[in-house]
């Protein structure tokens, strides 16, 4: 991203205010940490095997084992399993979707004055929003994502942006 801003730094995707950029990259992050624990318990966490399937994908003994590709699977995978494992202390699938909703909510909140969640044109927050809110569907409560008038209206205003 710092490469593309230097680049093109009339084209930037983070607001030109230093608060607003700084307060952009942390919504970013938000995005990237906060909703996709749901996201990995959706995944990961479907019958009671799924900690052994899942860690049976970076063992040793796993046909790619001391592979580039092993190496990467086990740097994404570890932080799934710890997601997995709050994911349950949390409470299981309900508090899952319980959670994930709060955040939609959150998020609706922002949104409920202004297309994006910087005003009226997207940011880097916007884009990493919208791509969990597209995972989301799959999530536990997934469905809330359709439910928030102001997400929805988040993602038409993004895809005609784009276009």
Same mark, same amino acid.
């Given at each position: 991203?710092?490469?593309?801003?230097? $680049?093109?730094?009339?084209?930037?995707?983070?607001?030109?205010?230093? #608060?607003?950029?700084?307060?952009?990259?942390?919504?970013e992050?938000?995005?990237?940490?906060? !909703?996709? &624990?749901?996201?990995h318990?959706?995944?990961?966490?479907?019958?009671?095997?799924?900690?052994?399937?899942?860690l049976?994908?970076?063992?040793?003994?796993?046909?790619?084992?001391?592979?580039r590709?092993?190496?990467?699977? $086990?740097?994404? /995978?570890?932080? /799934?399993?710890? @997601?997995? =494992?709050?994911? $349950?202390?949390? &409470? &299981?699938?309900?508090?899952?979707?319980?959670?994930?909703?709060?955040? !939609? +909510? /959150? =998020?609706?909140?922002l %949104?409920a004055?202004?297309?994006?969640?910087?005003?009226?044109?997207?940011?880097?927050?916007?884009?990493?929003? #919208? &791509?969990?809110?597209? @995972?989301? !569907? +799959?999530?536990?409560?997934?469905k809330?994502?359709?439910?928030?008038?102001? !997400?929805?209206? /988040? #993602?038409?205003? %993004?895809?005609?942006?784009?276009?």
């Amino acid at each position: 991203m710092v490469y593309l801003e230097e $680049k093109w730094p009339e084209r930037s995707i983070y607001p030109s205010d230093p #608060v607003d950029r700084q307060r952009c990259a942390l919504l970013e992050d938000w995005a990237d940490e906060s !909703l996709t &624990g749901p996201a990995h318990w959706a995944v990961w966490c479907r019958g009671d095997d799924a900690p052994q399937k899942l860690l049976g994908q970076i063992a040793d003994e796993h046909p790619t084992s001391g592979s580039r590709l092993q190496l990467a699977i $086990k740097s994404r /995978m570890l932080p /799934m399993i710890f @997601n997995m =494992l709050v994911a $349950k202390r949390r &409470g &299981g699938p309900e508090a899952t979707a319980r959670y994930f909703e709060s955040q !939609l +909510d /959150m =998020l609706a909140g922002l %949104l409920a004055h202004q297309p994006f969640l910087f005003g009226d044109e997207p940011t880097a927050a916007d884009f990493a929003v #919208v &791509g969990q809110l597209a @995972n989301g !569907l +799959d999530f536990p409560g997934g469905k809330a994502v359709l439910e928030r008038e102001h !997400l929805t209206r /988040m #993602v038409r205003a %993004l895809l005609a942006y784009i276009q």
